[in-house]
């Protein structure tokens, strides 16, 4: 299927959405133009607000917004949003119990250019730390859409995880997400794959056709949103097989990785587990995306390698 | 559903109906703290003026309603003089009396910090200084976003920041957003009363001229002493006519205000305070009342 901006889905969505609940906002800081919200600035100016290069603040006047019975979705890079305004995320808009959908551009090695300064390989441990946050991670534009509505329907907090690139439509359009469903893109008896995002879905699918070639059949999931989590999806497949590989753009320390651990643990699921993200040790580089998965051991053949160790 | 509040300055019987609120608010806030035995009296004390004026005369408010959507809103962005806000909000008529005595114990509907999902009339969370100043912002221009009521009033959004908060870098970075956004239903108070945590704001990171700063940063700034009643109405006053830009009155302030050992001593944010200890602020402040007549 066709490959689409995955930022240009965004601010589509949020115009479509805008002009069916005024209290729909946009809030940026100074990265309107990367994240592609023009369209959403020049429908409603009114209701669009550019803090400039501020985040605490950014998440500040969000919530502010939302006090007033606005929908603010605020954005800036998955490392702002994270490491730089995680006490006003944590407090201001989720311990308030506001509705803010805070959105964290470029996560892991999408970031790519602007290296490690500003990868974030550890945003998703942090806001799985937050109580009752929702944390969506879409893989393609579809799914992308449905996350953003998804959000904006929350009377909740929603951290949505965003690679602003194009990629791979891999669900036909009005296919139906919701929170803790993961989907499921490849049944096999050999193992499971269970992959979060863009670039880390469309990996494992393709270590699974590399499997495949060596006779070995893995499940392929792509979960979605990491909380809530398809605990019910997890335990069902990793139990079949006994063998779980979890995909992250992410450090292996308290995302995806872990959250399947602790499921397995809590469950007496017996089963083998390897953690394909970046190195618990490492901090992020530059390069390109491509050099970035393949030297972070992200990309299909590291986890195709991965797959085969639980044999 | 809200009613009006007055556009001309107090006069003789309103301030004295003020000094009365005032007076409730500080020994309502004491008692509370007192039932517990420790809390954050100095930083409670400097704000009582201000809430008194607040809530008695400019807050467009509904205490029958806490949600009225047509409401002013107000944060108190230095969290800590939870207590103070406790007291003007019981006072008002939005909390019962008998809940003052469950300050800060398991479960109460009244924490150390302002909460907006515990206590009735609180618009926002609040403790991580800073915070609930950004936040007052983003409030303000939400509130503009709904455009003024149908009588034409705009609906305000009013905050509290302590001198010691003002060390934080959100805070200007509100400051600059409020400016450029013309935030002129944003008025906003500094409670200088001249000490932080570890000490006096001189010496612990002194704010040199604070007035000055908030004028740089493209706001109109009104310094007044944060304990006449007078003074602050005619202040709040002044700010309410201002258009086109958000308005920070800098309130000249004593830490600890009507607790005579504490007045003006660091020490005082967070305190022991017990019943012997009110005690001695109401011999204080009886006698401070028969020097005057």
């Known amino acids: 299927m066709a490959d689409r901006e995955m930022r240009a889905v965004y601010a589509q969505t949020l115009v479509d959405l805008g002009a069916l609940d005024p209290r729909i906002c ?286 | 559903m809200t009613r009006s509040v007055p556009t001309a300055a107090a006069g003789q019987a309103e301030l004295k109906e003020l000094a009365s609120r005032a007076k409730a608010i500080r020994i309502g806030c004491l008692e509370s703290i007192a039932a517990l035995g420790i809390g954050h009296i100095g930083g409670s004390m400097s704000v009582v003026e201000a809430l008194a004026a607040l809530y008695f005369r400019h807050l467009r408010l509904d205490p029958a309603d806490a949600k009225a959507p047509d409401r002013d809103m107000f944060v108190l962005s230095k969290g800590h003089a939870g207590p103070a806000l406790y007291a003007a909000l019981v006072e008002k008529g939005y909390l019962k009396r008998e809940l003052l005595s469950t300050l800060n114990k398991g479960g109460t509907h009244l924490p150390s910090h302002a909460d907006r999902k515990l206590t009735p009339g609180v618009d926002m969370s609040t403790g991580s200084l800073g915070q609930g100043f950004s936040a007052a912002a983003g409030i303000a221009l939400g509130l503009r976003m709904e455009g003024p009521r149908p009588d034409g009033s705009l609906r305000r959004c009013y905050a509290i920041i302590g001198d010691g908060e003002s060390d934080e870098g959100q805070v200007w970075e509100a400051a600059a957003f409020s400016a450029h956004y013309k935030l002129d239903n944003f008025i906003a108070f500094t409670d200088c009363n001249k ?68 007045e003006g001593k660091a020490e005082s944010h967070n305190a022991a305070f017990v019943a012997a200890d009110l005690e001695a602020c109401l011999k204080a402040m009886e006698a401070e009342e028969a020097t005057r007549g």
């Not at chain 1, 409603?44 to 007033?68: C, D």
């Not at chain 1, 290296?115 to 534009?141: N, Y």
């Not at chain 1, 651990?261 to 587990?273: F, Q």
């Not at chain 2, 006096?200 to 009643?229: C, N, P, Q, Y």
């Open chain 2, 195 to 262: 000490f932080q945590i570890d000490g006096s704001t001189d010496s612990v990171m002194g704010l040199r001229d604070l007035a000055g700063k908030w004028e740089a940063f493209g706001w109109k700034a009104i310094k007044v002493d944060g304990h006449d009643l007078a003074a602050l109405d005619g202040a709040i006053l002044e700010a309410r006519a201002v258009q086109g830009k958000p308005v920070m009155i800098v309130l000249d302030t004593v830490k600890a205000k009507g607790i005579p050992a504490f």
């Open chain 1, 26 to 311: 946009v809030v940026e800081a100074d990265l309107a133009r990367a994240t592609g919200t023009g369209p959403f600035a020049k429908a409603y100016p009114e209701r669009f607000v550019n803090v400039g290069v501020a985040e605490a603040n950014l998440v500040g006047v969000a919530s502010g917004l939302s006090a007033t019975g606005k929908k603010p979705f605020a954005a800036t890079f998955a490392c702002f949003a994270s490491r730089r305004a995680y006490d006003q995320f944590f407090l201001s808009a989720n311990y308030a119990g506001l509705n803010v959908t805070l959105v964290g551009t470029d996560p892991g090695v999408t970031a790519a250019f602007n290296g490690g300064t500003h990868m974030p390989l550890e945003d998703l441990a942090l806001m799985r730390a937050v109580p009752g946050l929702a944390i969506v991670e879409p893989s393609d534009p579809v799914s992308l859409e449905a996350a953003v509505r998804i959000a904006a329907a929350s009377d909740g907090c929603t951290y949505l995880r965003l690679q602003r690139k194009s990629a791979p439509e891999l669900y036909p359009a009005g296919e139906h997400f919701e929170l803790g469903k993961a989907k499921l893109l490849r049944q096999g008896k050999d193992l499971l794959i269970v992959a979060l995002g863009a670039l880390m879905v469309s990996e494992a699918k393709k270590a699974a056709e590399l499997l495949a070639a060596d006779g070995l059949e893995a499940t392929v999931l792509d979960l979605f949103s990491l909380a809530p989590i398809d605990r019910a999806a997890i335990v069902k497949y990793a139990s079949a097989s006994g063998r779980v590989v979890s995909c992250e753009n992410h450090r292996v320390t308290g995302g995806l990785g872990s959250a399947i651990a602790e499921i397995l643990a809590e469950e007496g699921v017996r089963a083998k587990l390897r953690r394909v993200g970046v190195g618990a040790d490492q901090f992020g580089e530059v390069g390109t995306q491509d050099w970035l998965a393949d030297h972070f051991k992200l990309s299909a053949p590291h986890i195709a390698a991965a797959a085969k160790s639980l044999f």
